[in-house]
């Protein structure tokens, strides 16, 4: 199985972090995770990043800086996680693939089943 590397947007704004569920039909899915995607050959991380975001959420962001990376394998995916602290810059957020969202505080994150790895990030944050 190839490993892939995913970008993952940590958008923080008045102290709450983005989080959207993910569709009820992907792998891990109605889980809770950062949103972003797969990097295609040629991006970098960083424009891999806006991309699935403008896809996603149909909103820019500022990407202020790479927080760290997570190893994620089972019997599905192998990826490396690479999430980045970042800003809402302009546009309404409308979901095209995630079931729902919300804005949480840091404490409100043991409310939500996270997907595997994005689970683990949230000790850095």
């Not at 949480?104 to 043991?110: A, D, I, L, M, R």
Request: charged residues 35%; proline residues 1%; hydrophobic residues 40%.
């Amino acid at each position: 199985m190839d490993k892939f590397d995913v970008v993952a947007a940590i958008i923080i704004k008045d102290d709450k972090f983005f989080i959207a569920q993910r569709n009820r039909n992907k792998h891990m899915g109605l889980s809770w995770e950062f949103p972003g995607g797969k990097v295609e050959i040629g991006e970098t991380f960083e424009i891999a990043l806006k991309r699935e975001i403008k896809e996603e959420l149909n909103i820019d962001i500022n990407i202020n800086k790479k927080l760290g990376e997570e190893n994620y394998k089972d019997d599905k995916i192998n990826v490396k996680l690479h999430y980045f602290i970042c800003s809402h810059a302009n546009g309404e957020i409308i979901l095209s693939e995630h079931e729902d969202s919300a804005w949480v505080t840091k404490n409100e994150f043991k409310n939500y089943k996270f997907a595997e790895g994005d689970s683990d990030i949230i000790n850095l944050l």
